[in-house]
Each structure stands twice: as C-alpha cells, then as structure tokens.
C-alpha cells in the first residue's frame, strides 16, 4: 500500500518491456524499496556534531551538507574515554591520570578550534562542550536531542581495511532512531 504510487509509475514505465516478469521482481524484491513514509524527508531543526580522538577531519561535503539546514541549533560534542582515564587511574595513579586528562583535552581543543573556524565561515550558531564518558553511551543518550548526528566513521576507534566503521560507530548507529551522516 505505501508504494503504490511508485508500484504506478513503474509499471507505466516497463509494462510493454517485462510485462508480468517485473511484478515477480516487484514482489520479491519489497523490501528492499523505501516505503512513501520513509521516502519523506524529515524536517532537521537540530544537529550534532560528534567528534573523539580517532574522528576524522570533518570533510567540505560534509560542511556543505549541514549548511543546507538554515537556522538549525547545532552542539559540537569532543567526547573523551572515561573508561580509559578511570583505568590509568587505577594502575598508574592520580598523577598519571591528569596527565592524560590535561593532554586528551589540549587535543580536543586544538580539534575542536578547526571546526569552530569553519563553522563560524558558515556562520553557523553552535554551542560546544568536551565531555568524559562511554563514547557510545554518551552520543546515544544526547543525539535523543537532536533531529541529525553527523559522526565520523572512526569515531571510537581505527578502521581497517576490512572494517571500514569503527564497532563503536556500528552500535551508535543500530541504537539511534534519528538519520545520521556518516563521513
């Protein structure tokens, strides 16, 4: 029922040329066509902007793709591994740790300037915050939010050639019910 009129239309269009041959294909092939409900695009007020020490440089497509979104709200998020500082912690000590913390937040703002500059070129609004927590856990519960997460794909971790996205990318994704640009 929800794509009956992209059923129409193609029907129209091959009828003469597959005659009943394309309605077998249709059947068998359903679910993988969008419905008209997920044809629709949806209206994007809010976008997040996800970033940790393995997140890639946010390319120009990407910049170019969220400045189509006029006067949207967008938070800029650098999310530290709080699982890793409460480790260095434990083993190596409270020294150690804010060593690691003092240098994990002067790489956060030195990443977090370069895509301040830009977003201010586009003259983009934004608010932006470095926070420790579970990276996975953190951009889950805050994309809630937000109507579009824009992520890296090494967000979390090192990609190989076989894993093209991070683990980390690949459990935020299946547990976040809002689109998502992945870069």
């Not at 189509?68 to 434990?90: C, H, K, P, T």
């Not at 470095?130 to 992520?151: M, N, P, T």
Request: proline share 2%.
């Amino acid at each position: 029922m929800g794509m009956s009129w992209l059923h129409d239309i193609i029907l129209r269009k091959f009828n003469d040329i597959a005659g009943t041959r394309y309605e077998e294909i249709l059947k068998a092939y359903k679910n993988f066509f969008l419905t008209e409900e997920e044809l629709v695009i949806p209206e994007i007020n809010s976008i997040l902007l996800a970033f940790d020490r393995f997140s890639c440089r946010v390319s120009e497509d990407v910049y170019e793709t969220i400045s189509a979104f006029e006067n949207v709200s967008l938070q800029v998020v650098y999310v530290i591994d709080e699982g890793v500082l409460r480790m260095i912690r434990e083993t190596l000590g409270e020294e150690a740790a804010e060593e690691f913390k003092e240098k994990e937040v002067a790489f956060a703002e030195d990443f977090l300037r370069e895509v301040e500059k830009k977003l201010g070129e586009l003259n983009f609004k934004f608010s932006r915050k470095i926070a420790f927590g579970d990276k996975a856990e953190y951009v889950e519960d805050l994309s809630e939010e937000y109507d579009l997460l824009v992520i890296s794909r090494r967000y979390g971790s090192e990609t190989t050639k076989t894993h093209r996205v991070s683990p980390v990318v690949f459990r935020i994704v299946q547990h976040v019910e809002k689109p998502v640009i992945l870069y």
